[in-house]
């Protein structure tokens, strides 16, 4: 579980589909959080994404968001 960030918006499982990626939809939705989040106050923006995703990583990057950790979930079958 991770900690909650005291004053920062949270963006989680942000996603464009294929047909439109590479457009820059993903760097908008998330200048408009961001635009949103200090509108509110907010002095942090947080994402919660998969980190197998090089393109989205970029995207990330030049947004200026840093990697602060890497989390993993794990699934087990059961009979």
Same mark, same amino acid.
């Given at each position: 579980?991770?900690? !909650?960030? $005291?004053?920062?918006?949270?963006?989680?499982?942000? /996603?464009?589909?294929?047909?439109?990626?590479?457009?820059?939809?993903?760097?908008?939705?998330?200048?408009?959080?961001?635009? &949103?989040?200090?509108?509110? /106050?907010?002095?942090?923006?947080?994402?919660?994404?998969?980190?197998?995703?090089?393109?989205?990583? &970029?995207?990330? &990057?030049?947004?200026?968001?840093?990697?602060?950790?890497?989390?993993?979930?794990?699934? $087990?079958? !059961?009979?």
């Amino acid at each position: 579980m991770a900690a !909650i960030a $005291k004053g920062a918006g949270w963006a989680v499982q942000l /996603g464009v589909h294929p047909d439109w990626r590479r457009q820059g939809l993903a760097g908008s939705l998330l200048a408009e959080a961001m635009r &949103r989040f200090r509108a509110e /106050g907010l002095s942090r923006a947080m994402l919660d994404v998969n980190v197998n995703n090089p393109q989205a990583q &970029r995207v990330y &990057r030049r947004m200026g968001f840093v990697r602060v950790g890497r989390h993993a979930s794990y699934r $087990k079958t !059961i009979s």
